[in-house]
């Protein structure tokens, strides 16, 4: 005889059957929670580890170190040949950016192009008065249009509008952080914040991955100055070889994009963008004047500054803030040093300039009058209510 399923004799019907336990819905429904909570665990464990992965590697060092200091290479304004446009040292024209938004940077903007309209007669040569534009120091969001005139030069008329001055940046560092879980996970690392996104943006829409060497490679005048704020002091910060020399720092390989946002950054809205201290490293050696009592209560505080910066072990981190914090219409660098070398002359000589027989500083000041008006409500301010 085959094997058969088939149950043989009468078949005995239960009249009062027992459910069966679990009930078939509820082990669907367990079935499928099952299946849907073992991918979401799986998911959660590759999670957590990118995250732990993201905190662990996601830790960018912007600033390269300086193998040897050569008081002769690097970008600052003794190594910049003569200007092809024709600058001279007379009149020798300084002129200081302020910071103050989107509004500093259009007026930077619109100051550069009257004096690109401005002919001049000098020592029997026509010229533009923008060409005989020496020096430009630059704070917070001055420092888009001073870093792209050194960098585009008379084409910054053309672009500058359309490629910064007329975007909304807030709006675009929403969209490139919200959409994105890949900078969600790089947010999570406490070495990488918003600064670091903004400073992508700037280099996708203004600087092209340039760098500082770039502008020395360049070759033309006027020679840029950005102004920072250190976090720990509120001393000011400037980016330019004479100073990363101190912390033995390649400015040349820094990118543009970098430096601008980090003259711009501010607590909470956009967390600054922290630089290594590599004091030690290159054989410098700090001037006299580092050392010596200097004359004035302002050159002994800025010399105080400077020589912080020479104990890699206790400052092995700079944080750049927004030079407004320290300084908004970029002049304290210029009374600074002037005070750390004691005299105007030593100053001009150290920035290679020499025999100058009409001096100009020209000041763009974006800052406003505050209406005292406004402010007449009893209540304590808060993020919401202002006045």
């Known amino acids: 005889m085959g094997f058969s399923c088939r149950r043989s004799g009468p078949i005995r019907v239960d009249t009062?059957?027992?459910?069966?336990?679990?009930?078939?819905i509820m082990k669907a429904g367990h079935t499928l929670l099952t299946a849907l909570t073992r991918p979401l665990g799986a998911w959660m464990v590759i999670g957590c580890t990118m995250l732990l992965l993201g905190c662990e590697y996601v830790r960018p060092t912007m600033n390269a170190p300086l193998s040897h200091r050569d008081s002769a290479s690097g970008y600052r304004s003794t190594t910049l040949p003569p200007s092809?446009?024709?600058?001279?040292?007379?009149?020798?024209?300084?002129?200081?950016?302020?910071?103050?938004?989107?509004?500093a940077s259009a007026l930077s903007?619109?100051?550069?192009?009257?004096?690109?309209?401005?002919?001049?007669?000098?020592?029997?040569?026509?010229?533009?008065?923008?060409?005989e534009l020496n020096i430009i120091n630059a704070v917070s969001d001055g420092s888009f249009t001073a870093l792209s005139c050194a960098l585009y030069g008379d084409h910054i008329f053309q672009d500058f509008e359309t490629q910064f001055l007329r975007k909304d940046w807030e709006s675009k560092l929403r969209c490139r952080i919200f959409p994105s879980p890949s900078n969600w996970l790089r947010l999570w690392s406490p070495y990488f914040g918003r600064a670091h996104i903004f400073a992508e943006l700037l280099d996708e829409?203004?600087?092209?991955?340039?760098?500082?060497?770039?502008?020395?490679?360049?070759?033309?005048?006027?020679i840029i100055n950005?102004?920072?704020?250190?976090?720990a002091s509120l001393s000011h910060i400037e980016f330019n070889q004479r100073r990363f020399n101190i912390i033995c720092s390649d400015l040349s390989q820094l990118s543009l994009s970098v430096a601008a946002a980090s003259t711009s950054t501010l607590p909470l809205l956009l967390s600054?963008?922290?630089?290594?201290?590599?004091?030690?490293?290159?054989?410098?050696?700090?001037?006299?004047?580092?050392l010596e009592e200097r004359p004035t209560a302002w050159g002994r505080q800025r010399a105080r500054e400077l020589r912080s910066y020479l104990d890699a072990k206790n400052h092995p981190y700079i944080h750049p803030l927004n030079?407004?914090?320290?300084?908004?219409?970029?002049?304290?660098?210029?009374?600074?040093?002037?005070?750390?070398?004691?005299?105007?002359?030593?100053?001009?000589?150290?920035?290679?300039?020499?025999?100058?027989?009409?001096?100009?500083?020209?000041?763009?000041?974006?800052?406003?009058?505050?209406?005292i008006t406004q402010y007449r409500l009893n209540d304590i301010p808060g993020l919401i209510r202002e006045s």
């Open 16 to 24: 009062n059957p027992t459910p069966a336990y679990p009930p078939p």
């Open 84 to 103: 092809k446009t024709g600058s001279s040292d007379s009149p020798f024209i300084i002129a200081s950016f302020s910071g103050g938004g989107a509004r």
């Open 109 to 131: 903007d619109g100051v550069l192009q009257v004096l690109a309209q401005t002919p001049i007669i000098w020592e029997g040569h026509q010229k533009r008065l923008v060409d």
């Open 205 to 222: 829409a203004l600087f092209d991955g340039h760098t500082f060497g770039d502008l020395l490679a360049r070759g033309q005048h006027p």
């Open 226 to 231: 950005l102004h920072a704020s250190d976090l």
């Open 272 to 290: 600054p963008i922290s630089m290594k201290n590599y004091a030690g490293q290159c054989g410098f050696q700090p001037p006299a004047r580092f």
């Open 323 to 371: 030079g407004g914090l320290s300084d908004n219409i970029g002049m304290r660098g210029v009374l600074e040093t002037t005070a750390l070398f004691g005299d105007l002359e030593s100053t001009f000589q150290m920035l290679g300039a020499k025999n100058i027989p009409k001096l100009v500083y020209l000041m763009a000041r974006a800052e406003t009058a505050p209406d």
